[in-house]
């Protein structure tokens, strides 16, 4: 049994990831601002004797004895990382050096949640680990982007200075239960609008391409990657290759919900990515792990969950 604090946990990946820990015998301590995340999320665990809620930004140190750190705080919907860039920045980076200084104090394992967007717009398809990437460093998406590059760069630097025990997981877009409704990422804003009736929001022609993985596919990846030996450091890309552009996604959704909505287009933001798609050889290698859950099943569950947000 270890005590493990996990940073952004009252976010979508966050609470479930709290959920399978406390069900696996650990002490759980969530921190979270509330700023993306909510209460709601892990109303099921406030109660459980080994659960421990604490109110704190990362951004300010944090103090305790832990074993292990998932640091998941920050925002990952563009719509919300873009609200105040400034903040997106200081999060990633003050965030990542003070929950490594608490790594470097209590000798805890640590492990960073970076992304595929550090691929940024990729010329390789699909995008493996040794890939450098194709990020605009002054566009709207570089707060988030950056900031997850430069907190890769300090856990390195964190492990190879001061011999802390670090994991990387390059994450691609996930989804399930628990999204917000109004996150603004693609799937919840498809399936809350055809629950709705409401236009579909085609950003562009729908020509890019996303691969989506299910949420207990990837909480399975990071308890996965975090039980590896300390040799084992990453980052390793965890996402399903199953690759669809936004238009097939669209037309999944209106049927699986039998919604009357109709699709609309309106402009593609700024650098948003033509084509992504991980290469998960590594993670096959070294994690043993593959997606499990096709789409079509992952967006049935999505779908149930977010219809208590619908009146209609
Ligand atoms: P989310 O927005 O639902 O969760 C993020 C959580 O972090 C929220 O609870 C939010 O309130 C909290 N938070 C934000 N800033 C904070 C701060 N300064 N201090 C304390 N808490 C703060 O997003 P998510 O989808 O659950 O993502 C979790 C992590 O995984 C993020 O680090 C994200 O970058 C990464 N990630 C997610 C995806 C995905 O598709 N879901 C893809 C790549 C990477
Ligand atoms: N997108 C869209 N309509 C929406 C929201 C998103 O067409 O209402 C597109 C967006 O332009 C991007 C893709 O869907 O090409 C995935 O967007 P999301 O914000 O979910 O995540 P990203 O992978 O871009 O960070």
Redesign the pocket.
């Known amino acids: 049994m270890k005590r493990i604090l996990i940073?952004?946990?009252?976010?979508?990946?966050?609470s479930h990831l709290c959920e399978r820990l406390l069900n696996e015998g650990n002490d759980v301590i969530c921190?979270?601002?509330?700023?993306?995340?909510s209460k709601s999320n892990i109303l099921p665990l406030i109660g459980n004797a080994r659960f421990e809620l604490v109110r704190?930004?990362?951004?300010m140190p944090f103090f305790a004895e832990v074993d292990e750190i998932f640091n998941?705080?920050?925002?990952?919907?563009p719509v919300?990382y873009q609200y105040n860039g400034i903040?997106t920045i200081?999060?990633s980076v003050m965030?990542a050096i003070n929950m490594l200084g608490l790594a470097k104090r209590t000798k805890a394992k640590i492990l960073q949640?970076?992304?595929?967007?550090v691929y940024g717009d990729p010329n390789i398809h699909p995008q493996p680990e040794s890939y450098w990437g194709n990020v605009n460093p002054i566009g709207i998406r570089s707060c988030?982007d950056e900031g997850?590059r430069c907190a890769e760069s300090l856990f390195m630097n964190y492990h190879q200075q001061n011999g802390v025990r670090i994991k990387i997981i390059r994450?691609?877009?996930?989804?399930g239960p628990r999204?917000?409704p109004n996150?603004g990422?693609v799937v919840s804003n498809f399936i809350m609008q055809a629950l709705q009736n409401k236009d579909i929001t085609i950003f562009g022609n729908g020509q890019q391409t996303r691969s989506f993985q299910y949420v207990d596919d990837l909480v399975e990846g990071m308890i996965k990657l975090m039980n590896t030996g300390d040799d084992f450091v990453g980052p390793v890309n965890v996402g399903n290759p199953g690759e669809f552009t936004i238009l097939q996604l669209a037309e999944k959704v209106i049927k699986m919900t039998n919604s009357k909505s109709k699709l609309i287009n309106l402009p593609l933001p700024q650098d948003d990515p033509l084509q992504r798609k991980p290469d998960i050889s590594l993670a096959k290698d070294k994690l043993n792990w593959e997606p499990k859950v096709p789409l079509d099943a992952g967006l049935q569950k999505t779908i149930e969950y977010f219809k208590k947000f619908v009146t209609n």
């Open positions: 940073t952004g946990g009252a976010g979508f990946v966050g921190l979270d601002n509330y700023f993306t995340g704190h930004d990362v951004t998941l705080a920050c925002p990952a919907s919300h903040k200081k999060t965030g949640a970076s992304t595929s967007e988030y997850k994450i691609f877009n996930t989804y999204m917000h996150d990422r």
